[in-house]
């Protein structure tokens, strides 16, 4: 059994390997994957890929994305019996509620909200377990010449996001 803690320790692993990479990357897609089990399977991975049997989930990232709306790709979307988990790491534009309430009807939202300057640019990463078990966190976009060193976590940040993620081990 994977505790909350565990799991929010391994969300944030997974943001800060992706925010080596820097900002402006796809959606990042990774199975949670029970470690004693994969070198079981795979022994030869402690070796070369420095897994080690100490963390009770590893990560694997998944080959990228299909195209298109992140709620269609994720209802296509299932995983076998041995993933126990999923997590996705997503950069987002958002808006305060009063500036996209200021938003002209004729416009492309994202192109919209991409374009305004009083909008916040958000990395969010987001991990569930089969049984329920959820954690997230979301890093701030600070701008140029700024640190991007602020970062919430929380077990519900996102909660249509995981119940989306959710579906996809059902």
Known sequence: ???????????????????????????????????????EREPHLSSTLGVSPTGPLTPVEQEALPEGVLDDVLA????????????????????????????????????????????????????VLRDGTRAGCLRLRNGEGKDDDEVLVGSDLVPNLAEALLATLQ
């Open 1 to 39: 059994m994977v505790d909350d803690l565990t799991l929010t320790n391994v969300v944030m692993e997974i943001e800060q390997h992706v925010a080596v990479s820097g900002w402006d990357q796809p959606p990042r897609l990774y199975a949670l994957v029970d470690t004693g089990e994969l070198l």
């Open 76 to 127: 296509d979307l299932a995983w076998p019996d041995d993933v126990i988990g999923c997590a996705l790491v997503n950069e987002v534009t958002m808006l305060p509620a009063e500036l996209a309430e200021a938003m002209p009807a004729d416009v492309d939202e994202a192109t919209w909200a991409a374009e305004h300057p009083g909008r916040q640019e958000i990395r969010l990463a987001v991990a």
